[in-house]
């Protein structure tokens, strides 16, 4: 078997599970495990991520600067765009298949241990996120690296992930996302947000709601821990437009960083720098040492962010956004006004029945002129027509498509009319990753 065929099987086996909407708050599960590995996830430094938005962006800056400094990194995120190994990244690169296969046979044993000592007990057997994070863990001591980056999948006291112990805890804005598992107030969420910070850690933090910033002081006071905000201890003092993205200057905890060139768009992903780079002065100096120019040049320049704002095409301009919530999609909204230069946005748009498409709609309504409605390839899908009675509830032109190549389609003829018109997907990471699969095969120019 090749060692693509053994990954692949991984992956079946994994969705053999209960799926990544089945959530318990029952870290000890996967603690568990880990036990029997002899704790693979405390053989390197983790900085761990949550938030609401912006989590994985800022993932990837933080690692590029980690790695800047000639340290070997891994990267844990979620979810994947078209293929699971996407998650686990090694040196900036998706994992092996070879890596991934070999983890899976080391720790499979020990996860039909733990199944059946849960099962004696009248419990649930391994989530697909449980099993995928102690994988995860495995690969990157196996390795081995230097530095975890750790992006929470669902909350953080109880996510599976916090069974690891964070030198950094990182907070990217909270807003509401998931209120059926993590409350329906900001306080409530941030309450469980801020579980990831560990004792006598640091912890840095993008700027908050005040009910939310309130709940990360007390919680950073009770764990010994120092903690950093946004506006009050770093900044981003400067960005503007540059060719293939921006170019920024930060005030950092220890240094400044000026015109700093950034290979993203959209003033969210400046401020997701931002707080990157803060995140890296305390891992490396205790945020007590600047990170030497020449390392944040490097590793600014270097920076990719996958399925946020990415050009897919220009013969229309097409780019693909995974903004799936109200919050993502103000800063997709404001990005489209201010890193384009196009009269009319023409959005393709699939989402979950579960989101707030209303929210979503709201927010990215004053910046598109016509919506191309497509049904996602899920049975969580929202239907495609019920899609568009939201968006032409919100007066916007609308017409629905049985699929996202009919969607797509549609949306490039439209916006080919005119020079001054470009095509935005958005509404689920799971559009964004089949519309860039569908970029790939129909190679748009």
């Known amino acids: 078997m090749s060692d693509r065929a053994r990954a692949d099987a991984v992956y079946a086996e994994l969705l053999k599970r209960q799926g990544e909407r089945w959530v318990q708050p029952r870290v000890e599960r996967t603690r568990r495990v880990l036990e029997l590995l002899d704790?693979?996830?405390r053989t390197y430094r983790v900085v761990h991520i949550t938030g609401t938005n912006g989590k994985t962006s800022t993932a990837r800056i933080?690692?590029?600067?980690?790695?800047?400094?000639?340290?070997?990194?891994?990267?844990?995120?979620?979810?994947?765009?078209?293929?699971?190994?996407?998650?686990?990244?090694?040196?900036?690169?998706?994992?092996?298949?070879?890596?991934?296969a070999d983890a899976w046979d080391e720790i499979a044993p020990f996860i039909d241990i733990v199944d059946a000592e849960l099962a004696a007990q009248g419990d649930a057997a391994l989530t697909f996120f449980e099993i995928l994070t102690v994988l995860a863990f495995v690969v990157a001591a196996d390795a081995p690296v230097d530095v975890l980056v750790l992006e929470v999948g669902m909350g953080g006291s109880w996510d599976s992930t916090n069974t690891a112990d964070g030198d950094v805890a990182v907070f990217t804005p909270i807003d509401i996302d998931h209120a059926d598992r993590l409350g329906e107030t900001i306080r409530e969420i941030a309450?469980?947000?801020?579980?990831?910070?560990?004792?006598?850690?640091?912890?840095?933090?993008?700027?908050?709601?005040?009910?939310?910033?309130?709940?990360?002081?007390?919680?950073?006071?009770?764990?010994?821990?120092?903690?950093?905000?946004?506006?009050?201890?770093?900044?981003?003092?400067?960005?503007?437009?540059a060719v293939g993205g921006q170019v920024i200057t930060v005030r950092g905890l220890a240094g400044d960083y000026a015109d700093e060139y950034l290979p993203l768009y959209g003033e969210h992903q400046g401020a997701n720098a931002a707080l990157a780079i803060v995140a890296v002065e305390a891992l490396i100096g205790g945020g007590e040492r600047p990170i030497d120019e020449g390392i944040v040049a490097e590793g600014l320049g270097a920076v990719t962010s996958p399925g946020r704002l990415q050009l897919i095409g220009i013969e229309p301009t097409m780019v693909v956004d995974a903004a799936h919530n109200p919050h993502g999609a103000r800063s997709l909204a404001t990005a489209l006004d201010e890193a384009f230069d196009f009269d009319e946005w023409g959005w393709v748009f699939g989402a979950f029945s579960d989101k707030d498409t209303v929210g979503v709609v709201a927010a990215l309504a004053p910046a598109v002129a016509r919506v191309f409605t497509?049904?996602?390839?899920?049975?969580r899908a929202a239907a495609a027509g019920e899609l568009a009675?939201?968006?032409r509830a919100a007066g916007l032109e609308t017409s629905v498509h049985d699929d996202l190549y009919d969607a797509v389609?549609?949306?490039?003829?439209?916006?080919?009319?005119?020079?001054?018109?470009?095509?935005?997907?958005?509404?689920s990471v799971v559009l964004a990753g089949e519309a860039i699969g569908l970029a790939g095969d129909e190679g748009y120019k």
């Open 374 to 379: 497509t049904p996602l390839p899920s049975e």
């Open 62 to 100: 933080i690692e590029s600067l980690i790695r800047a400094h000639g340290l070997r990194t891994g990267m844990f995120t979620s979810p994947h765009l078209e293929r699971f190994t996407e998650r686990i990244l090694v040196d900036g690169e998706p994992v092996g298949d070879a890596a991934v």
């Open 191 to 241: 309450t469980i947000k801020a579980g990831i910070i560990k004792h006598g850690a640091v912890a840095v933090s993008a700027r908050q709601d005040p009910a939310a910033a309130l709940v990360l002081k007390e919680a950073a006071a009770a764990q010994d821990a120092r903690i950093a905000f946004e506006g009050e201890d770093f900044s981003l003092t400067e960005d503007r437009l």
């Open 389 to 391: 009675a939201v968006t």
């Open 39 to 41: 704790d693979p996830q």
């Open 409 to 427: 389609t549609a949306a490039r003829e439209w916006a080919g009319e005119s020079d001054r018109r470009a095509v935005v997907i958005a509404g």
